[in-house]
Structures are given as structure tokens and as C-alpha cells.
């Protein structure tokens, strides 16, 4: 049983930046896909960024050019860095960990899915203008 542990989240004022770290555990697999999404309230669940074991990334459009995705497979963490926050990125941030070779894009929800994707509790963050 894998668990997901989110971190970094907070209050910023526009313009700033912020780390999110997502640290899975309890299990472990050479082959992954990890998902960044985030919902606001209100809001459906979206999509922001993936990479996976081989370093291949995507992003939304919302957040291209601001956030990036990293992995440190020493401390086995990834990391979702937010630069230039703007007021609409406020949001609870989840991370989802995929343990397998697969397709892995931001907006594939079916990869993602409960089935597949271990799931943290989220990291809020908040973004004032």
C-alpha cells in the first residue's frame, strides 16, 4: 500500500512563489507516473503538470512558463515549483502516484483514477491579489 504525502502549500501574495513537495511511501516501483492537480472551491478537479520516471513532463496551458516539475530520486520526492502565483492558482494541490509503466499526461483522468493513482490528502494554497 503506497501513501502520498503533500507539502509546501500556503499564503502568498500574487507574483510569488511557492514548493509543493510530494513524497510517496510504503511502496515502491521503478516505473511511475505522478500527476500535480489541484480544485478550487467551486471548481472541478484539474489537471496541472506530470512527469514521470524518465523526467518527461507536461503541463496545462493555465501554468506554462510558471511551474515545473522536478523529481529528486535520492530523497525520493518530486516537486511542483509555482513562480509568479496569481490569484486563480488558489487551490487545494493534490499529488497522485501511478507505480507502473504508463502514458502520463497531466489531463489523463483515467490514469489517474482512484484504480490506479494513490492519492494524497492535498496542500492548500492561497494566492491574494
Known amino acids: 500500500q503506497m501513501h502520498v504525502l503533500e507539502s509546501g502549500g500556503g499564503s502568498v501574495q500574487a507574483g510569488g512563489g511557492l514548493r509543493l513537495s510530494c513524497t510517496p511511501s510504503?511502496?515502491?516501483?521503478?516505473?511511475?507516473?505522478v500527476g500535480w492537480f489541484r480544485r478550487a472551491p467551486g471548481k472541478e478537479r484539474e489537471g496541472v503538470a506530470s512527469i514521470d520516471n524518465l523526467g518527461k513532463t507536461t503541463y496545462a496551458d493555465s501554468v506554462s512558463g510558471r511551474f515545473t516539475v522536478s523529481l529528486d530520486n535520492g530523497n525520493n520526492t518530486l516537486y511542483l515549483q509555482m513562480n509568479n502565483l496569481k490569484p486563480e492558482d488558489s487551490a487545494m494541490y493534490y499529488c497522485?502516484?501511478?507505480?507502473?509503466?504508463?502514458?502520463?499526461?497531466?489531463?489523463?483522468?483515467?490514469?489517474?483514477?482512484?484504480?490506479?493513482?494513490?492519492w494524497g490528502q492535498g496542500t492548500q494554497v492561497n494566492v491574494s491579489s
Open positions: 510504503g511502496h515502491t516501483s521503478r516505473d511511475y507516473c
Open positions: 497522485a502516484v501511478v507505480p507502473f509503466k504508463t502514458r502520463c499526461y497531466y489531463n489523463d483522468n483515467a490514469v489517474f483514477s482512484s484504480e490506479f493513482g494513490y
